[in-house]
């Protein structure tokens, strides 16, 4: 039998309209089928040996209004986290500079909000305009916007905005129920028409089935515009919520996961996101393997602990991976290229001939 055969037929075009017997379909491929597959359809958009760097800091902890069961941010679980109030803008500014320093090309925000208020938007919109400053691509997660707040950090130069999904439509009422499948949505509609990129996708591991894991990946990938950044999250089990104690998922599923998300996304940054830290070298390989191609770098995600920088360093050099690089936007940057592309121009004395010189030039003095 020939490998296209043992594929189910696919192709790496950008669609809309995945249904859930396709993807049950992909789910119970063989591994290496299924691997050589998303490996494939990962080449055909994306140099296989880079990957993403971004950084994510939290700017406001703790105290979160909503009740999602696996964060250790919602107010109504006690986890002893400290919470923080919004940090001020100098803070970040240093924050983002050092993410800079050590290789992140994105830097993105986090506040632990149902929603921001209106009397947040000026800082936060300071704090876009100020990380832009830098080169850095910038991203925010504060919870719902509305249509005006969308417009307002699309102005302030916010280039990603990130609002995940969590999990599939069935299974959302038994993990969040403070706000609904399609305030997420609306979200993500004003973010879209705004004209911001969008990240969002999931997280697997907290007591849903394999149809959940297709149905979260069906909702991605049928939105009117592919997430432009697709975070995969293994559930970090946090001691004090509700799902401190759900049963671990097979490594192997996540893979899975990973690689779907990689076939119905194609053209979107897959992002290896919460959990790696408990993943080994290995697992991590094969999730670049199966098309992940972005991570976050930092010991920290939030509130929960993620490998050291160096350790990733490591790990990109045993496997020969680049960090992508992305366009710096800054003043200095600009000036910079500028420069250099005047430096690169030819002279006068290279564009002509002087025709008073009573000698013509050889073939072989040119
Ligand atoms: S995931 Fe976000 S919205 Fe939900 S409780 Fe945590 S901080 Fe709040």
Redesign the pocket.
């Known amino acids: 039998m020939t490998i296209a055969a043992n594929v189910p037929h696919l192709s790496a075009d950008i669609r809309h309209n995945w249904t859930s017997d396709e993807v049950q379909q992909l789910f119970s491929m063989p591994f290496n089928d299924l691997l050589f597959k998303a490996q494939t359809v990962h080449r055909q958009y994306f140099d296989p040996n880079e990957v993403q760097v971004s950084t994510l800091l939290s700017i406001k902890t703790g105290a979160?209004p909503?009740?999602?069961k696996?964060?250790p941010?919602?107010a109504r679980y006690d986890t002893g986290l400290e919470k923080e109030r919004l940090l001020e803008i100098e803070k970040v500014i240093e924050r983002a500079k050092e993410a800079k320093a050590t290789g992140s090309t994105r830097f993105c925000m986090g506040a632990?909000?149902?929603n921001p208020r209106e009397r947040d938007m000026p800082y936060v919109t300071k704090m876009v305009e100020e990380v832009k400053k830098l080169g850095l691509e910038t991203c925010m997660t504060l919870?719902m916007l509305s249509r005006e707040q969308a417009i307002a950090l699309k102005q302030a130069g916010l280039d990603y905005y990130n609002h995940n999904l969590d999990t599939s439509p069935e299974f959302y009422g038994d993990i969040?129920t403070t706000r609904t499948y399609d305030d997420r949505l609306n979200t993500l509609q004003n973010v879209r028409d705004a004209g911001m990129n969008v990240c969002s996708g999931g997280i697997v591991g907290m007591g849903e089935s394999a149809s959940d894991r297709a149905g979260l990946l069906i909702q991605l990938a049928n939105l009117p515009e592919h997430p432009q950044s697709v975070p995969i999250n293994m559930l970090v089990k946090v001691e004090g919520t509700p799902l401190d104690n759900v049963d671990d998922l097979e490594p192997f599923e996540f893979i899975r996961t990973i690689a779907i998300a990689r076939i119905m996304m194609p053209a979107s940054h897959v992002r290896l996101s919460a959990g790696r830290e408990n993943m080994n070298e290995q697992m991590q390989a094969l999730c670049f393997m199966a098309g992940a191609n972005s991570i976050f770098y930092g010991c920290k995600l939030l509130t929960t602990s993620n490998p050291d920088t160096h350790e990733d360093v490591l790990l990109f050099k045993k496997l020969g991976i680049n960090a992508e690089r992305t366009r710096d936007f800054s003043d200095e940057a600009h000036e910079q290229a500028l420069q250099e592309e005047i430096a690169a121009q030819p002279s006068a004395a290279d564009l002509f001939y002087d025709a008073t010189a009573t000698k013509t030039p050889s073939v072989t003095e040119v």
């Open positions: 979160c909503e009740d999602c696996y964060c941010q919602s632990a909000w149902r919870g969040i």
